[in-house]
């Protein structure tokens, strides 16, 4: 099969990842903080490493902490659902935001009657319209800012180094959804502008399932979502006020976590420069395939990350998918989760054909592919 689903989830993973995790479910994957003998897989180090290593990604000052859900989408929730709506009236989004945060903030707005507002852009030039978002702080204070870091659906990476800032001066609660960026392109949280930043191991952290989080400051209030054992103070009512034990009921993931641990070692070792650098090369390929063929219309400027949504003449989304299907090219279609994002390109409702990439995509895939889109239209 030829693989160009990674925006939904990269694979494969690296070797390293495969290996060790099968050594560590045979010989070590038990819980942590649960039992009174001795550590002997050593997986309380491996845990503690691994949250090391997400905020040594993220240049995190020492007011961070590392908060591990199964789920980017859980991670939204647990923030989204955790905070406190006495104050907030205002609520800025992305025009590209997932149904993780659609969903959570829609049910929210029914309890606590907040505006959502979207983030003004220019679909003309596919960017952020600095100066209108400006205005739209002036007029309506944002009281939360939910920012996709770089759309599921298109790519297109938001400028968070101009627009966090501008809603920080309102004493703005940010939070960065990085499921399609951890790992890839570089964030900087040492300025304490980013209060929540969620990551998604299974994406661009080439991690397995289950294993997500949050990377938040160690004076959150943020509610739990989930109450249980945490391992500690097991005498007491109430959840622990310390993070990430508030937050982590219930027995930790540690086969995810292990595999975690090795995929980070593992970008540390070929470093993102180096992931990124590859997925732009294939991406300018993949863009030259696309681009020979009149019929094929990419959607977007192309210059986010590895990830080219496109509409093919003559045929819907789901009639393309089923095609690539038939010749082994694995593919996504439909919106993506992202339904503000494709009424805002215009490709609502049947969405677009994404082709995303990954450092272990290669150009010989891609020339596979070019056959497929000429055996398409050769035969239309």
């Known amino acids: 099969m030829i693989y160009f689903d990674n925006a939904a989830t990269t694979f494969p993973k690296p070797d390293e990842v495969y290996d060790f995790m099968d050594k560590f479910n045979r010989n070590s994957a038990f819980n942590i903080s649960r039992g009174n003998y001795d550590d002997l897989s050593g997986i309380q180090n491996i845990v503690t490493q691994t949250r090391q290593m997400l905020l040594n990604l993220f240049n995190c000052n020492p007011n961070y902490r590392v908060v591990f859900t199964p789920s980017a989408t859980i991670s939204i929730n647990t923030v989204l659902q955790g905070l406190s709506y006495k104050n907030i009236k205002n609520i800025y989004i992305t ?6 945060v659609l969903r959570t903030l829609y049910y929210l707005q029914k309890k606590y009657n907040f505006d959502i507002i979207t983030l003004k852009m220019s679909i003309n030039s596919f960017e952020y319209d600095i100066d209108s978002i400006q205005a739209q702080f002036n007029i309506k204070t944002p009281d939360v800012l939910v920012m996709s870091h770089a759309s599921n659906a298109f790519g297109i990476v938001s400028p968070i180094e101009k627009i966090i800032p501008l809603a920080k001066k309102f004493e703005c609660t ?22 929540y930043l969620i990551f998604a191991g299974h ?35 109430d959840m622990p006020n310390s993070i ?7 027995s930790l993931n540690t086969l995810s976590v292990a595999g975690l641990y ?44 590895g990830i080219i949504s496109c509409i093919f003449e003559s045929y819907s989304p789901d009639e393309i998918g089923k095609i690539l299907k038939e010749r082994k090219i694995a593919v996504r279609t439909g919106l993506h989760c992202s339904p503000l994002a494709h009424q805002a390109m215009g490709t609502f409702p049947l969405g677009s054909v994404r082709f995303s990439l990954s450092y272990f995509s290669s150009i010989q895939e891609i020339k596979e592919l070019e056959k497929t889109l000429i055996y398409i239209y050769n035969n239309s």
């Open 174 to 195: 940010t939070v960065l959804d990085c499921a399609q960026t951890a790992g890839l392109l570089d964030i900087d949280m040492y300025d304490n502008s980013i209060d």
């Open 244 to 250: 990430p034990e508030r937050l982590e009921a219930g």
């Open 95 to 100: 025009p590209f935001e997932h149904n993780a």
């Open 262 to 305: 090795v995929s980070l070692k593992w970008i540390k070792k070929i470093t993102t420069k180096k992931i990124r650098d590859k997925e732009s090369k294939l991406k300018s390929e993949l863009v030259q395939c696309l681009n020979q063929f009149s019929n094929i219309k990419i959607i977007g400027n192309n210059s986010g990350i």
């Open 203 to 237: 994406k661009t952290l080439y991690a397995p399932f289950g294993i997500s989080g949050i990377v938040m400051k160690d004076n959150s209030t943020l509610s739990p979502l989930y109450y249980g054992g945490t391992g500690i103070l097991s005498q007491e009512k």
